[in-house]
């Protein structure tokens, strides 16, 4: 399963501060995973995700946009057991 998430975190970057939640009905938010190295565990990939303000929090930056959108983005990990 995979989701996503995103969020801001205000003082001295220890509190968390706005939270922006996967829009589901955008219709082409992804990932696609390119590689996987079994021997190594790294996994690299590519994603799209918009993703828009949680409107069940409080808002901590009224300057910051409703909406985020993340486009032809990659990403490189490594699975940890």
Known sequence: MTGSSYSTLVDDGDVLGDIFK??????????????????TREVKGEFQVT???????????????????????RFHTKIND
């Open 22 to 39: 996967v829009y589901g009905k955008a219709v082409d938010n992804y990932v696609t995973i390119t590689s996987f190295n079994e021997k």
């Open 51 to 73: 993703l828009v303000f949680d409107q069940l929090d409080n808002r901590n930056d009224p300057t910051a946009p409703d909406t985020i959108r993340f486009t032809n983005e």
